[in-house]
């Protein structure tokens, strides 16, 4: 058995319900060691910093 509406959803009416269906920008941050953007609370790509403590070595 599947889910049976009782009244049919106008094209409107589903197209409404879809439209708060969209992607968001990433929100990027400045490196507070290097300067560089980074997506928030993660380690740094370019600097390997996190907080402004090393965590990982990164190769230049």
Same mark, same amino acid.
Do not use: F, T
């Given at each position: $058995? &599947?889910?049976?509406?009782?009244? %049919?959803? =106008? /094209?409107?009416?589903?197209?409404?319900?879809?439209?708060?269906?969209? $992607? &968001?920008?990433?929100?990027?941050? %400045?490196? =507070? /060691?290097?300067?560089?953007?980074?997506?928030?609370?993660?380690?740094?790509?370019?600097?390997?910093?996190?907080? %402004?403590?090393?965590?990982?070595?990164?190769?230049?």
């Amino acid at each position: $058995m &599947s889910i049976c509406p009782k009244n %049919k959803s =106008s /094209k409107s009416h589903r197209d409404k319900r879809r439209a708060n269906w969209k $992607m &968001s920008a990433p929100a990027l941050v %400045k490196c =507070s /060691k290097c300067g560089a953007l980074m997506v928030p609370h993660r380690v740094c790509a370019k600097c390997g910093s996190y907080n %402004k403590k090393e965590i990982i070595q990164v190769e230049d």
